[in-house]
């Protein structure tokens, strides 16, 4: 059994999809960032950084126990039950194409820049646009990418997982700067995967 702690941030919500597809059992703790419980002892104990999210097995092998945040790892994992592996094409040249295009999802500067220039106490109109099309303008890979697939590798893997979050999250941004028609339709494909949406769910 997995003890997820968890909170309604975007890594959040890429490792909850990845437990939700791989098929694993676990138990969610929700965390309050705002009211400060990642700060709170008793998860300092669990995890002294105060970082989410965080995983940990019990009744395995301590070598085998995640505590990572890589919704990697936990569809890794899954491969002890094949049938339910959200890691990604099994052939080699899929698998070698799955890395780079993770990357896709995971641009925090860009993410982070875009949140912390919409809700800083001095907001610049400027500022925001300039990080709004930065970030469509690197979504654009992605849409590019899908104009001939159905997902990132052809078949469904953690380059889609981690870049739903970002999708989904930031879809107002995105539908204001408009022109990315094939992220919008796999967008609409992972959203109708009940793991997604599950997964989507557990820290709200």
Same mark, same amino acid.
């Given at each position: 059994m997995i003890d997820f702690y968890t909170a309604g941030t975007a890594n959040g919500h890429r490792a909850a999809i990845a437990l939700e597809e791989s098929g694993l059992a676990y138990r969610a703790h929700k965390l309050n960032l705002q009211a400060g419980d990642q700060r709170k002892p008793e998860y300092l104990k669990i995890n002294p950084a105060g970082a989410i999210p965080r995983s940990s097995t019990t009744k395995v092998p301590a070598a085998s126990r995640s505590r990572s945040p890589n919704p990697a790892r936990s569809c890794s994992t899954s491969r002890r039950s094949r049938e339910n592996s959200c890691e990604g094409p099994r052939a080699p040249r899929g698998r070698a194409a799955v890395a780079p295009l993770r990357l896709l999802g995971r641009r925090g500067w860009q993410r982070n820049a875009l949140q912390l220039s919409m809700v800083a106490p001095e907001k610049s109109a400027p500022n925001v646009e300039f990080f709004e099309k930065r970030l469509v303008n690197a979504l654009r890979a992605a849409d590019a990418r899908l104009a001939d697939r159905e997902y990132l590798a052809d078949e469904i893997s953690v380059a889609d997982l981690a870049l739903y979050p970002v999708v989904a999250t930031r879809k107002p941004v995105i539908e204001k700067h408009g022109g990315l028609p094939n992220l919008a339709k796999w967008a609409e494909r &992972? /959203? /109708?995967?009940?793991? @997604? /949406?599950?997964? &989507?769910? @557990?820290?709200v």
């Open positions: &992972m /959203a /109708a995967r009940p793991g @997604v /949406a599950k997964g &989507m769910q @557990v820290s």
